[in-house]
């Protein structure tokens, strides 16, 4: 690829960058400062966007439900499924291992020490372990086990408000499968302390024999469900689960569908570091087109002088075109030396917010605000460093070059 | 002065001598400043703006209530035995742009589910003057002023109690002296959030019938909720006591909050590009002269009068650039307060969900005069930074020329 002549220009490039050290260090240091810190809050708004998604994904929710259909309209839990084998089979041939069948009733409980509604989940212990850490998050007494019939596992904030301890007594109040009010004693088997406040005074988990029994009446003997939450990656592969589960008695929803809110503030947010890459952009263009056209012109006389012994115009862009491979080398090679430190070392000690909450634990839509916002590098934030780097300083480049042929052009 | 007068006309010679290249400089000095001024009016803008929006609907600017019925620490928890009345009120003007709301956390059972809510009993003339609920109601009708025992609910939550307009959900909850409250309320409307989490969690009723169920006295109430959103104080009175919205809903204050800072960084951050690639074009102008600076010095000049000439072109520079930048901020905003921007344009139009409710935002900017000064100043600031660097390598290079 590199001829001769190839190399002699590419050497003359790289000494015609450095007659000019300091210069060529101020405008390589711009762009690489302006790329770093662009691609700086990139990194910081993927963490912070990551987190935002963890947090709802924590709070039972998944990144996907399969949702019977009564239950995606109203969250009437009278239709449940069954969970059959073909389907423990579909999970495992989309690669999902994380899921956790569910039936959701809707409960309250009165108190001397007020009144709360609940969620009443009934699970599958095993599968919910591997689907989300409640069980591990237990601080007092144990988690349920598939046998119990008339265990509830609740969380620390609720057991707080109502004074709970493990092995004390609650009556929970609900309507049945039939719509009567019902009053039904559980004995608190554990509490656990996980996701936030709202989650751990919302959610109460029990097994599914004791929602049969309490729900239905009846121990079904089988496995129900109004709900499937299941953990992905992320939500890329949306459209293949939704034609993988599609059916008429379900469908698949996303985190964004069940908790609007914050995907909202995630789509604001991604709009932000677009509308911040565009002004960033502009700037560094503006701010490097000047001095290296600066440094072109200053060249003048002497491409001028070449141009006299015979050097063609393909030659000067040549010329042009391995400095900007050159710089963008360099530039690129700093910006991503400090975006690697950098990130390496934040995506562990994280960036402290929590000034800005003046020392208050506050949710929203459900969710912990995080005031530590670990960013996240990942490698395409070297490919976006890269095409930045390419595209700010071709143009400033061809600008600088066409400028200064032109004038050459007049003089010849 | 004669000397400071010739220096002065000596560096804006020099600003001429490559008129691009100063037109340049100008152009990018000033379209940051203006496009800073813009960016700062549009984030305060826009955060009133969405605030207003937000606060309007339903939370109000601030509210005032007994001392103890919010819980310091957590303002989601309150105590709802602590009521207060108008006599408390010692300025009376407050009545004309509050309402009085009483809260009765409730649950509410319909044909499938029994849920709990927050049902708050309101005065619905004065919230159908000063408040935007009613806009929120997109099936069935308002709350009647003299209806007694109605209830208006989120759309959500109608469908998970399966209950329709016309219809009846029963009301249960604890009434204030101890004993179980119960009744049965007429389904008036529906309340549209967007999908929000309060069309889940929440439920109206007039005041009247919120009073009954709990039974309070005709003149007890929970909140005075104000919203008046012209001023920014909040009332002292003896007694109660005034809680912001900043207090009530921190979450949102947080949000709002992290987007001003996030602006403030950007400006920053642009200042700090240009600043660098101002300094690298300034090294290079100065070198450019490096045979003229050795001319001036042989004929006398002091290697301090040449720094002078050069802080005073770049004094210069700046003050034509910041008065331009200054102009151009200001149209802009200007421009953008006949013709609002949608703050759905960062959301791929979809609607902005806050603290459970949707709102619509047409951001309409406002100048705010301290930027005006503040902008400039920072600019300068590192304009001066920015400059220290070249100072520095002409006043060596003097030496080592004499």
């Known amino acids: 690829m590199l001829n001769d002549e190839n190399i002699y220009l590419f050497k003359f490039a790289f000494r015609s960058i450095l007659r000019n050290r300091g210069r060529s260090f101020f405008i390589g240091f711009s762009v690489s400062l302006a790329v770093f810190i662009a691609v700086w809050v990139l990194a910081f708004f993927d963490g912070m966007n990551g987190q935002i998604e963890k947090a709802v994904v924590n709070t039972n929710t998944g990144f996907y439900q399969l949702q019977e259909n009564s239950y995606a309209r109203t969250t009437d839990a009278s239709h449940p499924l069954p969970f059959q084998e073909s389907l423990r089979q579909k999970f495992q041939d989309q690669g999902i291992e994380q899921f956790s069948p569910e039936m959701v009733v809707d409960a309250n409980i009165s108190a001397p020490e007020g009144n709360a509604s609940l969620v009443l989940l009934g699970i599958v212990p095993e599968l919910h372990k591997n689907f989300l850490g409640v069980s591990a998050g237990i601080t007092s007494g144990n988690f349920i086990d598939e046998t119990d019939q008339e265990g509830i596992v609740i969380g620390q904030e609720l057991a707080a408000i109502f004074r709970y301890r493990p092995g004390d007594q609650m009556v929970v109040n609900y309507q049945d499968i039939k719509g009567e009010l019902r009053s039904e004693i559980l004995t608190i088997r554990g509490i656990y302390h996980f996701s936030s406040n709202s989650f751990e005074k919302r959610f109460a988990y029990t097994s599914q024999k004791t929602i049969h029994r309490l729900y239905l009446n009846e121990d079904s003997g089988q496995i129900l469900y109004n709900r499937i939450p299941f953990m992905a990656r992320d939500l890329s592969r949306q459209e293949k689960f939704k034609s993988a589960f599609r059916n008429d008695k379900e469908v698949v929803k996303t985190w964004k569908d069940l908790n609007p809110e914050m995907s909202v503030v995630i789509e604001f947010n991604d709009g932000m570091i677009k509308f911040f890459f565009i002004i960033i952009g502009m700037t560094i263009m503006m701010t490097i087109l000047t001095p290296i056209q600066m440094l072109w012109q200053e060249r003048f006389p002497e491409l001028r002088m070449m141009n006299i012994l015979g050097v063609v115009k393909k030659r000067f862009w040549k010329i042009g075109l391995f400095e900007v491979i050159q710089m963008i080398f360099f530039s690129g090679l700093a910006s991503s030396i400090l975006l690697v430190t950098i990130l390496s070392i934040q995506s562990k000690t994280g960036v402290d917010f929590r000034y800005n909450q003046q020392g208050l634990n506050i949710e929203r839509a459900g969710i912990r605000l995080t005031g530590v916002v670990y960013p996240i590098f990942s490698p395409n934030q070297i490919f976006v460093t890269f095409g930045f780097i390419v595209f700010v300083m071709c143009f400033s480049y061809m600008w600088a070059i066409h400028r200064t042929l032109k004038k050459l052009e007049k003089t010849e | ?402």
């Open chain 2, 1 to 402: 002065m004669r000397s400071f007068l010739f220096l002065l006309k000596f560096s804006y010679r020099n600003l001429w001598r490559a008129p691009k290249r100063t037109m340049i400089m100008v152009l990018s000095l000033s379209l940051a400043a203006g496009f800073i001024i813009w960016d700062l009016n549009f984030a305060n803008s826009g955060s009133k703006e969405v605030m207003k929006e937000f606060l309007s609907q339903y939370a109000g600017r601030y509210q005032l209530t007994h001392p103890d019925y919010y819980e310091v620490a957590n303002s989601k928890l309150f105590d709802n035995y602590k009521v207060m009345t108008d006599e408390q009120v010692t300025d009376k003007s407050l009545f004309a742009t509050s309402t009085r709301r009483v809260t009765a956390p409730v649950f509410l059972s319909g044909e499938k589910k029994t849920l709990g809510v927050l049902m708050t009993g309101i005065e619905v003339d004065s919230e159908l003057r000063l408040a935007r609920l009613k806009d929120t109601v997109t099936k069935g009708e308002f709350l009647s002023p003299a209806g007694n025992k109605e209830i208006i609910l989120g759309k959500r939550l109608a469908e998970r109690l399966d209950v329709k307009i016309g219809g009846e959900v029963a009301v249960i909850g604890q009434a204030l002296d101890g004993s179980v409250a119960n009744d049965l309320y007429q389904v008036r409307g529906f309340l549209d959030f967007g999908g929000g989490d309060l069309e889940d969690t929440l439920a109206f009723t007039q005041i009247t019938s919120a009073r009954e169920l709990l039974v309070m006295g005709p003149g007890q109430y929970h909140q005075l909720v104000q919203f008046d959103m012209s001023h920014e104080t909040l009332p002292k009175i003896e007694g109660l006591r005034a809680w912001s919205w900043k207090e009530l809903i921190p979450e949102i204050s947080v949000s709002i909050g992290f987007v001003d800072n996030f602006t403030w960084i950007v400006s920053v951050i642009i200042v700090l590009v240009i600043s660098l690639g101002l300094a690298n074009t300034l090294i290079i102008t100065f070198f450019e002269r490096e045979k003229e600076f050795d001319a001036l010095n042989v004929l006398g000049a002091k290697a301090s009068w040449v720094a002078w000439s050069l802080l005073l072109e770049v004094t210069m520079l700046g003050i034509v650039s910041m008065i331009l930048g200054c102009l151009v901020g200001h149209a802009a905003t200007t421009f953008c307060s006949y013709y609002p921007v949608n703050l759905e344009l960062f959301t791929n139009g979809k609607a902005i969900i806050m603290g459970g409710m949707t709102i619509k935002p047409l951001v309409k900017f406002y100048p705010v005069a301290q930027y005006y000064w503040q902008v400039p100043l920072m600019m300068f600031f590192f304009l001066a930074l920015s400059m220290i660097y070249p100072l520095i390598r002409v006043m060596k290079r003097r030496k080592n020329a004499v």
